[in-house]
Antibody, heavy 128, light 110 residues
């Protein structure tokens, strides 16, 4: 069955760029039926959606992070990636990648819906 | 402060029925479907309910979801010790143009 696996540095210095990759196995990343997203969870806190991308590169970003976030997809490698620039201690969190199905909105077209498959998550600490 | 409001905690004894509420607004729950996630300690969230009241394959029918207006609820009947977890509601938000999560409810089985 489809599985997602996050990878990347567990420690990032303040003001630098956090880079994570999610590798998809056991299925295709190139389906128009799904979006691929990043969600984070600071220690002891709740979930925050960061952004989502489909196989063609169409993206949705959380407005609160938009200026610092870039999500990209490489279908040949079955991977999608997250870059978060100018990090601070507030960006310390467990970062999850997840697949979501899509919903057709008559005004905006296809958009992400429920996150049905998740990676195990990776802890990223921002510290000097 | 989360866009969707959940009680921080809930509890029940084995066999009981518990409900967890999720309050939103016209830009999210009032206009879009609600999804619920279960997060067991130290693990990734798991989709529990989608489209307000649909269960993914493998989710026991002890779990059910409902929605009315700008609020939604998750009900767990026949409570079991393994249900002890954090539960999150989520819905698309037109203002955010993205999904928003509730703050989460920690369910304790006494």
């Amino acid at each position: 069955q489809l599985q997602l696996q996050e990878s990347g540095p567990g420690l990032v210095k303040p003001s630098e760029t956090l880079s994570l990759t999610c590798t998809v196995s056991g299925g295709s990343i190139s389906s128009s039926t799904y979006y691929w997203g990043w969600i984070r969870q600071p220690p002891g806190k709740g979930l925050e959606w960061i952004g989502s991308i489909d196989y063609s590169g169409s993206t949705y970003y959380n407005p609160s992070l938009r200026s610092r976030v870039t999500i990209s997809v490489d279908t040949s490698k079955k991977q999608f990636s997250l870059k978060l620039s100018s990090v601070t201690a507030a960006d310390t969190a467990v970062y999850f990648c997840a697949r979501s199905d899509t919903y057709y909105d008559i005004l905006t077209g296809y958009r992400p819906n429920a996150f049905d498959i998740w990676g195990q998550g990776t802890m990223v600490t921002v510290s000097s | 402060q989360s866009v969707l409001t959940q009680p921080p905690s809930a509890s029940g004894t084995p066999g009981q029925r518990v409900t967890i509420s999720c309050s939103g607004s016209s830009s999210n729950i009032g206009s879009h479907t609600v999804n619920w996630y279960q997060q067991l300690p130290g693990t990734a969230p798991k989709l529990l309910i989608y489209s307000d009241n649909q269960r993914p394959s493998g989710v026991p029918d002890r779990f059910s979801g409902s929605k009315s207006g700008t609020s939604a609820s998750l009900a767990i009947s026949g409570l079991q010790s393994e249900d002890e977890a954090d539960y999150y509601c989520a819905a698309w938000d037109d203002s955010l143009n993205g999904p928003v999560f509730g703050g989460g409810t920690k369910l304790t089985v006494l």
